[in-house]
C-alpha cells in the first residue's frame, strides 16, 4: 500500500486551485461553531468534494476488495486530478484524492489498510496529551506517533464530512480490536515513492458552489459542536453546579472551554477552582494561559511567576515564563526561565514533550505575541548553552549536578500540531492537568 503515495500529488495544480478555494470559504465564514484550524480545513474539503458530486463507485472489473486478497493481482488507482474529472472513485481513488487535498493544506494524512478496503487518518492538530481538549469522546478519534487522527470513510464522500467521520470511527474501532488493520504513513512513503502526475496537461479545477460548501460546513461543524456537548455533559455532568466540585475537576472543564476559545466561560471556571484552593500552582499556570490568550502578557508573567515560586521543580512553568518574557521583548530573562525549564524536564527532547513540539531547529524572531512551533523550539534549543551540566567529582567519584527527572503529573499543550504552522503564543503554552 505504501506504492499509493505516488499518486498523492499534493502539489498539482488542479489539487491545489481545489484545495485552496475550499479552505478559502471556510476561513472566511467566521464565528464557527468549533475551534481547530485543521478540522474547520478537513470539513471544507470534504464538503467541497459533496458539493462537487464526487461519489464512490467500485471499480466494475476490477474492485479494489476483490484485488486486495488476489496474490499477484493488479490494481489501478486514478490520480487525484482524474477522480475530480469523473467525479467517481473506488476507495483507493477517494482516499488518495483526499489525502492529496489535505496534504495540499498542511494536513499530515495515514492510509489505513484493512481487509478489502481503505480509508484514510487526517491529524487533528492535537497532541495526544491535549486530546480532552478537543472536548470528543475518545471512541471517535485515534492516538498514533503522539498525535491526534481522525478517521475517514472516503466512500461516503456525499453524506458529509460528520456522518464519514463516524463511519470512519467505528471501522477503525472494529479492525483495530481484530488486530486487521495496517497503517502507512503518506509522508514517509512519498520519501520512496516519489508522487507522479499524469503525463496530460492540467485543466482547470471544478469549481465549487461556496454558498453550498458554506452550508454544509456550518452543519457538518455544528453536528461536531454537539458531540462536544454530549460528551462534556456525560463526562462531567453537573460538575460546574456541584459545590463541592474539586479544583482538577474544574480545570479539566476549563481547558475544554479554553480550546474552543470560550475564555469568559474558561475564566470563570478556573476562579472557581482558584476560591477552593488559593496557591494551587496548577489553576495559577492555567490561569496565566488566559491572560496570555487575551493578550495581558504582564498579568500573565506575574502569575506565572507565582506558580514557579508555589512549585519550582515544575519545568512546564518555567517554559511558559520563558517563552511569555521572550514574547514581551525580555530576551534576557527569558533565556533563564526556559534554561531552567530544560534543565528541570531533564532535557531539550523532554522539553519539547513537555509542550508538545516535536523536536528541530529554526531561526526565531523575537518580541511577538504570535510564535510558531519551529521558534520555540529553538528558543528551547538557544537554552541549552545555559543549562547546568553534570560534572564528575574525581574525589567524591560521584556525579554533583545530576540531571533531574522530568516530573511525572501529565501536562500538555492547549492546541496545535503537525498541520499548524502558526499559532497564537497560548497555541504553545503548557497546560498543567494535576
Given at each position: 500500500?505504501?506504492?499509493?503515495?505516488?499518486?498523492?500529488?499534493?502539489?498539482?495544480?488542479?489539487?491545489?486551485g481545489?484545495?485552496?478555494?475550499?479552505?478559502r470559504?471556510?476561513?472566511?465564514m467566521?464565528?464557527?461553531?468549533?475551534?481547530?484550524?485543521?478540522?474547520?480545513?478537513?470539513?471544507?474539503?470534504f464538503?467541497?468534494?459533496?458539493?462537487?458530486?464526487?461519489?464512490?463507485?467500485?471499480d466494475?472489473?476490477?474492485?479494489?476488495?476483490?484485488?486486495?486478497?488476489?496474490?499477484?493481482?493488479?490494481?489501478?488507482?486514478a490520480?487525484?486530478?482524474?477522480?475530480?474529472?469523473?467525479?467517481?472513485?473506488?476507495?483507493?481513488?477517494?482516499?488518495v484524492?483526499?489525502a492529496?487535498?489535505l496534504?495540499?493544506?498542511?494536513?499530515?494524512?495515514?492510509?489505513v489498510?484493512?481487509?478489502?478496503h481503505l480509508?484514510?487518518l487526517?491529524d487533528?492538530?492535537?497532541?495526544?496529551r491535549?486530546?480532552?481538549?478537543?472536548?470528543?469522546d475518545?471512541?471517535?478519534?485515534v492516538?498514533?506517533d503522539d498525535e491526534?487522527w481522525?478517521?475517514?470513510e472516503t466512500?461516503?464522500?456525499?453524506?458529509?464530512?460528520?456522518?464519514?467521520?463516524?463511519?470512519?470511527?467505528?471501522?477503525?474501532?472494529?479492525?483495530?480490536?481484530?488486530?486487521?488493520?495496517?497503517?502507512?504513513?503518506i509522508?514517509?512513503?512519498?520519501?520512496?515513492?516519489?508522487?507522479?502526475?499524469?503525463?496530460?496537461?492540467?485543466?482547470?479545477?471544478?469549481?465549487?458552489?461556496?454558498?453550498?460548501?458554506?452550508?454544509?460546513?456550518?452543519?457538518?461543524?455544528?453536528?461536531?459542536?454537539?458531540?462536544?456537548?454530549?460528551f462534556?455533559?456525560?463526562?462531567?455532568?453537573?460538575?460546574?453546579?456541584?459545590?463541592?466540585?474539586?479544583?482538577?475537576?474544574?480545570?479539566?472543564?476549563?481547558?475544554?472551554?479554553?480550546?474552543?476559545?470560550?475564555?469568559d466561560?474558561?475564566?470563570?471556571?478556573?476562579?472557581?477552582a482558584?476560591?477552593?484552593?488559593?496557591?494551587?500552582?496548577?489553576t495559577?499556570?492555567?490561569?496565566a494561559?488566559l491572560?496570555?490568550?487575551?493578550?495581558?502578557?504582564d498579568?500573565?508573567?506575574?502569575?506565572?511567576?507565582?506558580?514557579?515560586?508555589?512549585?519550582?521543580?515544575?519545568?512546564?512553568?518555567?517554559?511558559?515564563?520563558?517563552?511569555?518574557?521572550?514574547?514581551?521583548?525580555?530576551?534576557?530573562?527569558?533565556?533563564a526561565a526556559?534554561?531552567?525549564?530544560?534543565?528541570?524536564?531533564?532535557?531539550?527532547?523532554?522539553?519539547?514533550?513537555?509542550?508538545g513540539?516535536?523536536?528541530?531547529?529554526?531561526?526565531?524572531?523575537?518580541?511577538?505575541?504570535?510564535?510558531?512551533?519551529?521558534?520555540?523550539?529553538?528558543?528551547l534549543?538557544?537554552?541549552?548553552?545555559?543549562?547546568p551540566?553534570?560534572?564528575?567529582?574525581?574525589?567524591?567519584?560521584?556525579?554533583?549536578?545530576?540531571?533531574?527527572?522530568?516530573?511525572?503529573?501529565?501536562?500538555?499543550?492547549?492546541?496545535?500540531g503537525?498541520?499548524?504552522?502558526?499559532?497564537?503564543?497560548?497555541?504553545i503554552?503548557y497546560?498543567?492537568?494535576?
Open positions: 500500500m505504501a506504492q499509493a503515495a505516488a499518486f498523492v500529488n499534493t502539489l498539482d495544480p488542479v489539487v491545489d481545489f484545495a485552496r478555494e475550499a479552505t470559504t471556510a476561513a472566511l467566521g464565528d464557527l461553531p468549533f475551534a481547530g484550524r485543521n478540522l474547520v480545513f478537513m470539513a471544507a474539503i464538503d467541497a468534494l459533496a458539493v462537487l458530486g464526487v461519489t464512490y463507485v467500485p466494475p472489473s476490477n474492485p479494489y476488495a476483490t484485488v486486495s486478497t488476489t496474490p499477484r493481482a493488479v490494481d489501478t488507482v490520480y487525484p486530478r482524474e477522480t475530480l474529472a469523473r467525479k467517481t472513485g473506488d476507495c483507493d481513488d477517494t482516499s484524492l483526499v492529496a487535498l496534504g495540499n493544506v498542511g494536513i499530515a494524512t495515514q492510509i489498510d484493512v481487509p478489502g480509508f484514510v487526517a487533528a492538530g492535537v497532541h495526544a491535549n486530546q480532552l481538549a478537543l472536548g470528543l475518545s471512541a471517535r478519534v492516538v498514533a491526534v481522525i478517521p475517514l466512500t461516503a464522500l456525499r453524506t458529509g464530512f460528520a456522518e464519514a467521520w463516524r463511519v470512519g470511527a467505528e471501522e477503525y474501532a472494529t479492525w483495530s480490536a481484530r488486530g486487521r488493520l495496517s497503517l502507512v504513513d509522508a514517509e512513503a512519498s520519501s520512496r515513492y516519489e508522487p507522479a502526475s499524469p503525463g496530460a496537461p492540467a485543466a482547470a479545477s471544478p469549481a465549487v458552489d461556496a454558498a453550498a460548501l458554506e452550508t454544509r460546513v456550518r452543519q457538518d461543524l455544528g453536528t461536531m459542536a454537539a458531540w462536544r456537548t454530549e462534556f455533559a456525560s463526562r462531567y455532568g453537573d460538575v460546574e453546579a456541584r459545590l463541592d466540585a474539586t479544583p482538577e475537576a474544574l480545570n479539566d472543564v476549563a481547558r475544554v472551554y479554553f480550546s474552543a476559545g470560550e475564555l466561560e474558561a475564566a470563570a471556571t478556573l476562579e472557581r482558584r476560591s477552593r484552593t488559593p496557591d494551587s500552582p496548577q495559577t499556570n492555567n490561569l494561559a491572560d496570555v490568550a487575551r493578550g495581558d502578557l498579568t500573565a508573567i506575574g502569575l506565572y511567576q507565582r506558580a514557579a515560586r508555589l512549585d519550582s521543580s515544575d519545568a512546564g512553568i518555567w517554559l511558559n515564563l520563558g517563552l511569555v518574557r521572550q514574547a514581551r521583548g525580555d530576551s534576557a530573562d527569558a533565556a526556559i534554561a531552567r525549564g530544560v534543565f528541570l524536564s531533564g532535557g531539550y527532547p523532554q522539553a519539547c514533550a513537555l509542550l513540539l516535536a523536536t528541530g531547529d529554526a531561526p526565531t524572531r523575537e518580541g511577538t505575541q504570535r510564535m510558531t512551533a519551529d521558534e520555540a523550539r529553538a528558543l534549543r538557544s537554552a541549552l548553552a545555559r543549562v551540566r553534570p560534572t564528575t567529582s574525581a574525589r567524591r567519584g560521584g556525579v554533583t549536578a545530576p540531571t533531574p527527572r522530568p516530573r511525572r503529573h501529565w501536562i500538555s499543550r492547549v492546541a496545535g503537525r498541520g499548524a504552522d502558526e499559532a497564537a503564543l497560548q497555541d503554552l497546560w498543567r492537568d494535576s
